[in-house]
């Protein structure tokens, strides 16, 4: 379609390539930049734009038949489309982004749908614009145009930046998803990830969206708005591919250089992202889970704490930096006045309480202690869960009642989580003395592997990817392990545990032998129980999430949310406040917005493990020598690029790199593959039983991902950021689980 318009209309609705519509003042900075891209022989979508001064005023209808008698007769003379409708406001992208305030409409149909739509866009800019204006500190300006373009069947479609917009590194940094790219723009999804330096196109993870060739053509598309807008170096751009034809959405200045982000802890001491909870989050939290679930957790621990070992716990346990949880490890007082008061409320908790006080000890000792914890588990723990799960079977409840059942689901599952904290120390006690038993009897053998394939890892619909509410659980995701994988790493795990323990007895007198007997059945007995109170601790998840998403309906009903998985981006008090009074923000959806655009930036930093700057204390360097103790010699490979990691599975193997960060994409992985993620709990290890080894970001050598990793005999390193950071999709690997090191094979 030619779309020319009546010279007499000019002042409602003109054509983008139309000299008049490279004036911001008329169509606003969006539609003004693009008319001159047009016009500079970049490819532009054909459009036009409602002006500025065809906005009505006063309430008009929804419909479009508020417009003007002019904007609908040159309305009706557009085909069936599909359209895209976005809104072009005159101070949009100069000094200040506007991002993601302004209204847009995607898939409009026909000229009836267009004028709808065009009043629906003018009608959107309201309060929370406002708001941002004056936090700007700039006066009311409501001078908005509305830009149409005939939409693009995209294929792919992204956005590309001149430098990287979370360090500020130079490069060109190019996002993809298949498809339209509103959900990427809205930070609801993290696309395809490529850095462009030349002729030099790598690919994060595995490319599915993009090829070279494609990365570097958007790269040099970019390239070419910079020239002719004379903003080397500083420009942001939307894009999208059809079969044949890259096509230029939107181009934008880069309102501040980006800066690399600060890692600085906001209070004294040393922080850790892979300990605690911090091994079963490996991305930024969402803004429910920061202020509701995770503090309820660590209160659980707290308590656990105070109750059984008498030790009140530090204040904060936790900050958030970047989005990204770190864990305090000032767990004892560094001063000796400090200490004593500690010991002497060790010694009187000792008096009071002996049976749950002995599970500090380690060996014989501790049994009554880790006994207590265990039966705590079974008869305490699991009940009060399961009462709860029952109760909220089948209950579609959204009020006050439904947040009051969510809260005691909160509060049974800290309970849960300091249970675990108590069985996972006491289990991994008991496995260090059979590990330092053995080391000193056997010479040549990994003590690890006589603990190998104790408890098959489970796949249940209750296991999760992450603790944070806001990731879907194993049964919305529809993932199924693979069976035979598992079946033959469960073999193989117990055909190399028992070879060893034949060894070692083989091995010993009968004195020591007895010694080996008793030290083995006490870790196997607690390495069985740690084993199954990981995989059944996150049991209350779905249902706590199926709670969350009822409410997430309701308030989209009410129109205070745009779609139900927006609840958890509310904080507690402001969804507190939906539910209970409705008293709320009214600029609630921008900030959401807001919420979800800085996690997605933020799920792209790459967090350091340890923050802060004081001395490591005695409890933690004890946990870093037990990582020695655990390590096993490195044995000779291949050269090349080392990293020395942190031991988690004995085994060795070698095999292509594949990065996934996402569960859903663990389908792509092929067998003999090395699996590289930032994260790895219960949920993942099953579906990962086909690849040859793991690398993992985060966690560390008495963690979670190590326990599963090892049922499997799944070589695993844990701990290991800077690698994950350097290595790419397609780099060969070699992983030694026993010695912690992995090597990129320089062929």
């Known amino acids: 379609m030619d779309l020319e318009f009546d010279v007499v209309m000019c002042d409602l609705i003109v054509s983008l390539d139309d000299p008049r519509c490279r004036a911001p003042a008329r169509v606003g900075r969006k539609a003004a930049t693009l008319a001159r891209l047009r016009g500079a022989g970049l490819e532009v979508p054909e459009g036009f734009v409602c002006t500025v001064d065809a906005r009505p005023t006063g309430a008009k209808s929804a419909g479009g038949d508020g417009l003007p008698a002019e904007l609908l007769t040159a309305i009706a003379k557009l085909d069936e489309g599909p359209w895209a409708v976005r809104s072009s406001a005159v101070e949009e992208d100069g000094d200040a982004s506007f991002a993601g305030l302004y209204a847009s409409e995607l898939e409009v149909h026909g000229p009836t749908a267009v004028a709808a739509a065009i009043e629906r866009c003018w009608r959107g800019a309201g309060a929370a614009i406002e708001a941002y204006r004056e936090g700007l500190g700039r006066p009311p300006d409501s001078r908005l145009a509305i830009l149409v373009q005939r939409q693009i069947d995209a294929r792919a479609a992204g956005v590309a930046a001149s430098v990287d917009p979370g360090s500020g590194a130079a490069g060109v940094r190019v996002s993809a998803v298949l498809g339209l790219g509103a959900e990427l723009l809205a930070g609801t999804i993290n696309g395809e990830d490529w850095r462009v330096e030349g002729e030099r196109a790598e690919c994060r993870g595995e490319p599915e969206v993009l090829t070279p060739a494609r990365a570097r053509a958007v790269a040099a598309l970019l390239v070419r708005v910079e020239a002719a807008l004379g903003l080397t170096g500083s420009v942001q751009i939307e894009w999208a591919l059809d079969d044949d034809t890259l096509y230029l959405l939107q181009a934008r200045p880069l309102t501040s250089a980006p800066k690399p982000p600060a890692w600085a802890a906001p209070r004294p001491g040393a922080w850790a992202r892979h300990l605690r909870l911090g091994e079963w989050l490996g991305a930024p939290l969402t803004p429910l889970a920061a202020t509701w679930l995770i503090p309820g957790l660590e209160r659980g621990a707290a308590d656990f704490r105070l109750r059984w070992v008498g030790l009140p716990s530090p204040e904060p346990t936790s900050v958030l930096v970047n989005g990204w949880y770190y864990t305090t490890v000032d767990t004892v007082p560094s001063d000796l006045r400090g200490t004593l008061m500690m010991i002497g409320r060790l010694l009187v908790h000792l008096v009071r309480d002996p049976r749950r006080a002995s599970i500090i000890f380690a060996g014989r000792p501790s049994d009554p202690g880790s006994r207590a914890c265990r039966q705590a588990w079974v008869k305490e723990f699991v009940p009060r869960r399961d009462r709860l799960l029952r109760d909220a079977e089948g209950d579609d409840e959204h009020g006050h009642r439904a947040l009051a059942r969510l809260e005691a689901l909160v509060e049974v599952s800290a309970f849960g989580f300091g249970l675990l904290s108590g069985i996972c120390n006491a289990a991994w006690k008991a496995e260090l003395l059979l590990v330092e038993f053995v080391r000193a009897q056997v010479e040549g053998l990994n003590p690890r592997t006589l603990l190998l394939g104790i408890e098959v890892p489970t796949f249940e619909d209750h296991a999760v990817f992450s603790l944070d509410w806001g990731e879907p659980s194993v049964a919305e995701r529809g993932l199924t392990p693979p069976v035979t994988a598992v079946a033959e790493r469960v073999a193989a795990a117990t055909k190399l545990r028992d070879d060893a323990r034949e060894r070692v007895s083989a091995s010993l007198s009968p004195r020591a032998r007895a010694r080996f007997d008793a030290l083995l059945l006490r870790a196997e007995q607690l390495a069985r129980a740690r084993s199954r109170a990981v995989q059944e601790v996150t049991r209350a998840w779905p249902c706590m999430r199926r709670i969350l998403l009822t409410f997430g309906t309701k308030l989209v009903g009410e129109g205070w949310i745009e779609r139900n998985d927006d609840v958890f981006f509310l904080e507690h008090r402001e969804l507190e406040a939906l539910v209970k009074s409705g008293d709320v923000d009214p600029t609630i959806k921008v ?40 390590r096993q010699p490195a044995t000779g490979g291949e050269q090349g690029d080392i990293w020395h990691c942190l031991p988690a599975s004995p085994g060795r193997a070698a095999g292509r790199a594949h990065i996934l960060n996402d569960p859903s994409d663990l389908a792509n992985l092929g067998a003999g593959e090395v699996l590289i993620t930032s994260v790895l709990t219960p949920a993942w290890v099953p579906l990962s039983a086909h690849a040859a080894a793991v690398v993992v970001a985060t966690g560390n050598h008495l963690s979670h991902a190590s326990v599963l990793a090892r049922e499997l005999a799944l070589p695993c390193v844990v701990g290991a950021r800077d690698c994950v950071a350097e290595l790419c999709t397609g780099d060969h690997v070699e992983v030694d689980g026993g010695s912690g090191t992995v090597v990129r094979i320089v062929e």
Not at 615 to 622: G, I
């Open 591 to 630: 900030q959401i917005a807001a919420r979800r655009r800085a996690r997605s930036h933020q799920a792209r930093l790459s967090p350091p493990l340890y923050l802060g700057d004081g001395e490591l204390p005695v409890p933690f360097k004890r946990a870093l020598e037990i990582a020695e103790i655990l």
